[in-house]
């Protein structure tokens, strides 16, 4: 039924009010986590917008293509590039979106073909780790090809990457290093708490390898404000519950003051 909605009015308004319902009921029953639940709307808001006319976005974990219908309807001229590992979702994208570049693939810091777990209820939570894909429902193993994104994409004018890889987000940026150094995107990533999981690498490293590359690490709700990033502990206190957010967004800090600009133009906050 959602891909059906996907990219016509009458879906865009169902999925805009089912999203203020969703907000007005977490703040009314659960009104702890209602600042994640708002923090992680903003960041599909922000997501969807940021990316210039004409430049490239990468989409790594497509799915049933939500994030790639939005961006093409607000900004037809963007190029999409999506990365998706499960095949039936693969075919369902290329019939939906057949002129964007669409790759069958799961990513990471090394090409080959690994595992994945494939979550039949819920193929959101389909995953590279077991652990992390066994959530819900049951899980069907699968093999497919992994590869590094520096070898997949060559473009040079990527803006924006979307990275939602429930765990393996270290892993894909470890693999799109000259990537990021010759292009610099904004990147908006998902990271929880990961009690367990079949990923070596912890929170501190995820930080330290923004850092290293010289990125802001910010919550939605302050990238457009004047906030030079979060601190390493406030990184890893934000995933405690109730959390703060689900998504974060890494900026180049040699383009924050746009990147804050554009957030702003985004909310139609007065740029100063």
């Known amino acids: 039924m959602k891909e059906k909605l996907l990219g016509n009015p009458i879906g ?3 999925f805009f009010l089912r999203d ?11 009104p702890e ?24 976005f990468i989409d790594i974990g497509a799915h049933i293509g939500s994030i790639l219908s939005e961006v093409l309807y607000i900004d037809p001229s963007i190029k999409m590039i999506a990365i998706e590992p499960i095949p039936a979702k693969v075919d369902s994208l290329k019939r939906r979106f057949p002129s964007i570049e669409l790759h069958n693939c799961a990513l ?3 090409s080959g073909e690994v595992p994945f777990f494939v979550n039949i209820r819920e193929s959101g939570y389909s995953s590279l780790s077991k652990i992390g ?37 270290l892993n894909v ?3 799109a290093i000259a990537m990021l150094q010759k292009n610099r995107p904004t990147i908006m990533f998902e990271s929880v708490l990961q009690l367990e999981s079949d990923f070596s690498y912890t929170k501190e490293e995820l930080y330290d390898f923004f850092s290293s590359n010289n990125y802001a690490i910010l919550i939605p709700n302050r990238l457009a404000h ?5 601190s390493k502990e406030s990184f890893l206190e934000g995933h405690l519950y109730p959390r703060r957010t689900t998504n974060y967004f890494a900026i180049p800090k040699e383009r924050r003051i746009e990147i804050r600009d554009r957030g702003r133009n985004i909310l139609n906050i007065p740029i100063n």
């Open 12 to 14: 865009r308004i169902a």
């Open 226 to 230: 004047n906030d030079p990033g979060l």
């Open 133 to 169: 894909s066994s959530q819900v429902g049951e899980i069907v193993e699968i093999t497919v090809p992994i590869k590094k994104l520096d070898d997949l994409v060559s473009s040079n004018d990527v803006d924006v990457i979307k990275i939602d890889v429930e765990g393996a987000e």
């Open 108 to 110: 990471g810091d090394f």
């Open 173 to 175: 940026l470890r693999g």
């Open 33 to 56: 986590i209602a600042g994640k639940e708002a923090n992680d709307q903003l960041a599909n808001i922000l997501l969807t917008r940021i990316c210039q006319s004409n430049k490239t």
């Open 20 to 30: 203020k319902f969703h907000l007005i009921h977490t703040a009314y029953f659960y």
